[in-house]
Antibody
Framework: QVQLQESGPGLVKPSETLSLTCTVSGGSIVNYYWSWIRQPPGKALEWIGYMYYTGSTKYNPSLKSRVTISVDTSKNQFSLNLSSVTAADTAVYYC???????????????WGKGTTVTVSS | EIVLTQSPGTLSLSPGERATLSCRASQSLSNSYLAWYQQKPGQAPRLLIYGASSRATGIPDRFSGSGSGTDFTLTISRLEPEDFAVYCCQQYGGSPKTFGQGTKVEIK
């Protein structure tokens, strides 16, 4: 079955760019939407944004000015870049596959285990 | 933005008991676009329910979801040892997608 694995630095300095990659195995990245979600310590999950395999994207307005999600179909991977990070961006970051419900809305049916990113100098 | 409020924050129950978890939305969810997830430390969140009441593939029938509009419920009919975890709801009909803060089901 499809599995997702997040990878990237566990420590990022303030004002720098956080970069993570999600590798999709056991299935193709084609024909699906793919999301990034994060969970700061002790807080609720927060949807960051999603991307279709063609490259079209939609972002959470609260993060839109700092977020870029991109895809590499040849590697079956998609990536997250979050610029100008602060301590508030410290969180567990998850990637997930979006599956369509009726009416063209999507829920997250497969998730990675998450990777912890700490923003600190 | 649609705010989801879950209650209670913590539910202390024994194996074999029934668990009833609530998720209330700040505005009506069209077509009941609500999902429930199970979270355990170090594991990937697991989809349990989508569309408010449809069980995801492989989910035991002791898990059931109900509700519409602004009030939704996840019921675990008889708690198994592996069910003690955090459960969160998510709406995916509004933008941005949002999550509740979670309900922890702990062993009494």
């Amino acid at each position: 079955q499809v599995q997702l694995q997040e990878s990237g630095p566990g420590l990022v300095k303030p004002s720098e760019t956080l970069s993570l990659t999600c590798t999709v195995s056991g299935g193709s990245i084609v024909n699906y939407y793919w999301s990034w979600i994060r969970q700061p310590p002790g807080k609720a999950l927060e949807w960051i944004g999603y991307m279709y395999y063609t490259g079209s994207t939609k972002y959470n307005p609260s993060l839109k000015s700092r977020v870029t999600i991109s895809v590499d179909t040849s590697k079956n991977q998609f990536s997250l870049n979050l610029s100008s990070v602060t301590a508030a961006d410290t969180a567990v970051y998850y990637c997930a596959r979006e599956n369509p419900d009726i009416g063209g809305y999507y829920y997250m049916d497969v998730w990675g285990k998450g990777t912890t990113v700490t923003v600190s100098s | 933005e649609i705010v989801l409020t879950q209650s209670p924050g913590t539910l202390s129950l024994s194996p074999g008991e029934r668990a009833t978890l609530s998720c209330r939305a700040s505005q009506s969810l069209s077509n009941s676009y609500l999902a429930w997830y199970q979270q355990k430390p170090g594991q990937a969140p697991r989809l349990l329910i989508y569309g408010a009441s449809s069980r995801a593939t492989g989910i035991p029938d002791r898990f059931s979801g109900s509700g519409s509009g602004t009030d939704f419920t996840l019921t675990i009919s008889r708690l198994e040892p592996e069910d003690f975890a955090v459960y969160c709801c998510q709406q995916y009909g509004g933008s941005p997608k949002t999550f509740g803060q979670g309900t922890k089901v702990e062993i009494k």
